[in-house]
């Protein structure tokens, strides 16, 4: 049985953000596109590293510095926690040609400046907190600790199980597919695509896997002049994106890659932001409307699949069973978390941070 998906594209009263992932829990473990996100490939001139514990506002933080950008005419792009989608990861800013980013840099997506002062700037929230409060809760906060290195632990096993089943069905499918066909349907998308100077690939996860379940956000879609959906048919789909991948590339072309979250080799999504194309991969959920539907089963030998259904089918029930397996883990993990959470909330100086807040979004923005 397929693990609900949690829709969060209406969960949020900013539901016309321009929404992505900058990481992912995977099959390889935690999985960060921070460098291509967050550096000069993406455009980013200047990069605030905050730090900070749980619960110290980091999200809040990059939320008001966003409101505030908003506010003077600045466009945003936001990223959201693959374990928390409900909190900040980072953002981008574009005001004119200048485009300042800010990162949540603790560990596990641990970020350090490589030109200090000069391409990065530090912001530490850890300066608004009572650590006497802290070292009261010094045994609670280390067991806690532990508890969810350990939830996470088990998650990634299930999560690396998962994804060998997963590999299992891929290699069984090898024999079934028609690529030749798969290649001549990639050439016809991207024919309509103009010839690109240079090609550039952005990072830009549509799908997350985490401690509040899975979550998949729409911004391609709607962003997008014209939507393809591909209806996919035992994980065949990845194929074809890794033909218009490929292609791209060879044309130069501009591109936004979602990557599959638990196994990140193969991509779920593409945007080219120059035509306004997307290319997205559905797995039973309504299409958006209007879009164009390509059925990835036509595009499977129906003889050689009969030898080989089997097995696919029962890697594919295996690796829906993992991944439930890994979300329980996840589960757990956000217990501790959010109680990490209230003990570093409880600590803070929160109207000291806000003022501070403030005085950074007059130095950086401007009044």
């Not at 800010?102 to 700037?121: F, K």
């Not at 079934?176 to 952005?202: F, N, S, T, Y």
């Not at 109680?339 to 950086?364: G, H, Q």
């Amino acid at each position: 049985m397929t693990q609900q998906v949690q829709d969060t594209r209406y969960e949020s009263t900013h539901a016309h953000e321009r929404r992505y992932f900058a990481a992912s829990n995977s099959c390889h473990g935690f999985v960060s596109y921070y460098p291509a996100c967050f550096g000069s490939e993406n455009g980013v001139e200047k990069l605030y590293i905050i730090k900070g514990g749980p619960g110290t506002g980091k999200s809040r933080f990059m939320r008001d510095v966003a409101e505030h950008a908003v506010a003077r005419g600045a466009d945003v792009t936001y990223y959201y926690c693959s374990s928390d989608a409900a909190s900040l990861d980072g953002i981008i800013l574009t005001a004119g040609d200048r485009r300042i980013g800010l990162v949540d840099g603790t560990p596990p997506h641990a970020c350090e400046p490589t030109i200090p002062g000069v391409q990065e700037e530090l912001v530490n929230l850890g300066a608004f907190w009572n650590t006497d409060r802290l070292d009261a809760h010094a045994r609670d906060i280390r067991r806690l600790c532990q508890e969810k290195n350990a939830a996470y632990a088990c998650a990634y096993r299930y999560l690396a199980a998962c994804g060998e089943m997963r590999a299992v069905a891929d290699e069984r499918m090898r024999a079934c597919v028609k690529q030749d066909k798969i290649e001549a349907l990639a050439e016809r998308l991207l024919r309509d695509q103009p010839m690109g100077e240079r090609a550039v690939e952005i990072p830009a996860l549509c799908h997350a896997v985490g401690m509040t379940g899975e979550s998949r956000f729409d911004t391609f879609e709607r962003e997008a002049k014209r939507v393809v959906v591909l209806s996919d048919y035992y994980g065949i789909a990845s194929r074809l994106t890794a033909a218009l991948c490929e292609r791209s590339r060879v044309r130069g072309l501009r591109v936004l890659v979602s990557h599959d979250p638990i196994c990140p080799e193969q991509i779920d999504g593409l945007f080219y932001p120059d035509t306004g194309l997307c290319i997205t991969v559905n797995e039973g959920e309504p299409a958006v409307e209007p879009a164009r539907v390509i059925s990835m089963r036509l595009y499977v030998d129906a003889n050689a699949l009969r030898t080989a259904r089997a097995d696919v089918r029962e890697a594919l029930r295996l690796a829906d069973q993992l991944k439930a397996g890994a979300l329980k883990s996840l589960s757990h993990a956000a217990d501790s978390h959010f109680a990490l959470e209230k003990i570093y909330s409880a600590a803070m100086d929160f109207s000291a941070k806000e003022a501070y807040t403030e005085l950074f979004c007059r130095a950086v923005l401007g009044n």
